[in-house]
């Protein structure tokens, strides 16, 4: 299995990006697809996700209203359209793929859930 996630790149304060997380070596839907993000000198956090079973999604506080997760199934690929960027949201953005059927909630913004990592992708906020 891996994943693949590009879309990062360097934009103005208040433009979008959509970042992609295409998936390959597996067809199960019974998956919950998150994204986490890294900014320098930080740790790495859950930013959110979305479960293939049901569709549910989980945000983290901080983008809630500005972030919208999507999955393509017949595509594999989740998507993260950001809206509204802000110079905090800069970060290295990793793509994580977990092997349940969970509905998406807090407990799968946890690193630990997750089983499988992309290569992260970078996004640059300038003010």
């Known amino acids: 299995v891996q994943l693949q996630a590009s879309g990062g790149g360097l934009v103005q304060y208040g433009g979008s990006l959509r970042l992609s997380c295409a998936a390959s070596g597996f067809t199960s839907v019974y998956v919950v697809t998150g994204w986490f993000r890294q900014a320098p000198g930080k740790e790495r956090g859950g930013v959110l996700c979305?479960?293939?079973?049901?569709?549910?999604?989980y945000y983290a506080d901080s983008v809630k209203g500005r972030f919208t997760i999507s999955r393509d199934n017949a595509k594999n690929t989740v998507y993260l359209q950001m809206n509204s960027l802000k110079p905090e949201d800069t970060a290295i953005y990793y793509c994580?793929?977990?092997?349940?059927?969970?509905?998406?909630?807090?407990?799968?913004?946890?690193?630990?859930?997750?089983?499988?990592w992309g290569q992260g992708t970078e996004v640059t906020v300038s003010s």
């Open positions: 979305i479960s293939g079973s049901d569709g549910s999604t």
């Open positions: 994580a793929l977990a092997f349940s059927g969970i509905v998406a909630g807090p407990p799968t913004l946890k690193s630990g859930f997750y089983d499988v």
